[in-house]
């Protein structure tokens, strides 16, 4: 049984959450704060966290960073429309997805789904390097092998996206594909997330990412990695 803990500190949302999640079989632990989803993502060791960004004792970011700082478990925040600071704040903290309130169950529960098989082992896979960074396709793991070198953080999502594009590697992956494979095929026209993303890998690996050479925009129709 999948475990998930919801922070929020609306008790109508996880009250909604609670009864939704366990109705569809998922294992449900709650807390109202930042602290005390902290202690309860150490107790509970949870599958999945759906984390509100807006929290009474502290933002919710901090408490990414803290989840961060020892385990990879996948992260979807929920924030307010109009938050698009926010959002890009918390994905650079290494949140792995967002979903905008108020939201759809359905949509919610999509998201979750996706987290959780992006978050399921990989069978082993080849090695790809080029002159700035190797992706290794089997460990699930970039290594930057310019500027002092070091292992580049992605989160579940980018690595996802990558891991596709790097899949095929010289190939145009459409939009649509992407948005398939990485959300579902209710988010088939969101090209949105895909720039979000895609910009986001830029920083993380591009030498200069306003001149991307790797992760290569074909526009109006989608991607192509270029080793």
Do not use: C
């Not at 989840?67 to 429309?81: E, F, N, Y």
């Not at 309130?101 to 990989?122: I, N, Q, T």
């Not at 990412?209 to 109006?220: A, K, N, Q, V």
């Amino acid at each position: 049984m999948t475990r998930v803990l919801v922070i929020d500190d609306e008790p109508s949302i996880l009250r909604a959450l609670r009864i939704n999640l366990t109705a569809r079989n998922y294992e449900v632990s709650t807390a109202s704060d930042g602290a005390s989803g902290l202690a309860a993502v150490s107790r509970d060791r949870p599958d999945v966290l759906i984390l509100d960004l807006g929290l009474p004792d502290m933002d919710g970011t901090d408490v990414i960073h803290g989840v961060r700082g020892w385990t990879s478990t996948p992260i979807i925040v929920l924030s307010v429309w109009g938050q698009e600071h926010q959002k890009v704040a918390a994905l650079d903290a290494g949140a792995d997805d967002y979903v905008t309130k108020p939201f759809g169950m359905d949509e919610l529960l999509a998201r979750l789904r996706a987290a959780v098989r992006r978050a399921s082992p990989a069978p082993d896979e080849p090695v790809v390097k080029t002159p700035d960074f190797t992706v290794d396709l089997a460990a699930k793991r970039v290594h930057r092998d310019s500027d002092g070198g070091g292992d580049v953080r992605l989160t579940p999502t980018e690595w996802q996206l990558l891991e596709i594009l790097v899949r095929n590697r010289g190939r145009l992956v459409t939009q649509r594909q992407l948005l398939q494979e990485v959300w579902g095929p209710a988010y088939e026209s969101e090209s949105n997330y895909l720039r979000v993303y895609v910009a986001q890998l830029r920083r993380k690996l591009e030498p200069e990412p306003s001149h991307p050479r790797y992760l290569l925009t074909e526009p109006g129709m989608g991607y192509r990695f270029q080793a």
